[in-house]
T-cell receptor, first 112, second 114 residues
Framework: NAGVTQTPKFQVLKTGQSMTLQCAQDMNHNSMYWYRQDPGMGLRLIYYSASEGTTDKGEVPNGYNVSRLNKREFSLRLESAAPSQTSVYFC???????????FGPGTRLTVL | AQSVAQPEDQVNVAEGNPLTVKCTYSVSGNPYLFWYVQYPNRGLQFLLKYITGDNLVKGSYGFEAEFNKSQTSFHLKKPTALVSDSALYFCAVSERAGANNLFFGTGTRLTVIP
């Protein structure tokens, strides 16, 4: 089991560019999540998908879109990157009968 | 509204001494509480959780946490600190089982001094 994998590990964008962060899990988990981590602010939920085919906004969804492509994959898209989106992005997943989430290694994104 | 406070940005402890990382929470109903650890350039790893029952919860790597409802606290503890315990620790809360909104504290950096 690879667990939760994220690509890329690092990315530098210019303001206005777009990109998609990829996340996949091989644990057959129903729910998947995208968080951002900023210094001094802990993790904040951007979007989540409670099950395949559904997505919902979290605490800080503005400037992002998501796609739950299938049960394994949950992508996060920045359509027009802004410097305020410089952050470390974490994907997580959770099986139906557990309450704790399992995290990927993160993507460090810098927007210039 | 749910919230978590970790009042200490940094905790230093000598190797071999007991350690405590503090967490207080606020939820409208019964809390579900978690501790996660983050090592440098890694994702968060689950340490332990409190759902209901015994107020002392045991988790991975010798860590435990004590739930105190009257003080709305969930402090992380370990009897004997190791240098390898040095990391960033996050407390998190949700207000019901299966909830998709986990609210995290701002993290406490633990440094164990040899």
């Amino acid at each position: 089991n690879a667990g939760v994998t994220q690509t890329p590990k690092f990315q530098v964008l210019k303001t206005g560019q777009s990109m998609t962060l990829q996340c996949a899990q091989d644990m057959n988990h129903n729910s998947m999540y995208w968080y951002r981590q900023d210094p001094g602010m802990g993790l904040r939920l951007i979007y989540y998908s409670a099950s395949e085919g559904t997505t919902d906004k979290g605490e800080v969804p503005n400037g992002y879109n998501v796609s739950r492509l299938n049960k394994r994959e949950f992508s996060l898209r920045l359509e027009s990157a802004a410097p305020s989106q410089t952050s470390v992005y974490f994907c997580a997943s959770r099986p139906a009968k557990m309450i704790e989430q399992f995290f990927g290694p993160g993507t460090r994104l810098t927007v210039l | 509204a749910q919230s978590v406070a970790q009042p200490e940005d940094q905790v230093n402890v000598a190797e071999g001494n007991p350690l405590t990382v503090k967490c207080t929470y606020s939820v409208s109903g019964n809390p579900y509480l978690f501790w996660y650890v983050q090592y440098p350039n890694r994702g968060l790893q689950f340490l332990l959780k409190y759902i209901t029952g015994d107020n002392l919860v045991k988790g991975s790597y010798g860590f435990e946490a004590e739930f105190n409802k009257s003080q709305t606290s969930f402090h992380l503890k370990k009897p004997t600190a190791l240098v390898s315990d040095s990391a960033l620790y996050f407390c998190a809360v949700s207000e019901r089982a299966g909830a998709n909104n986990l609210f995290f504290g701002t993290g406490t950096r633990l440094t164990v001094i040899p």
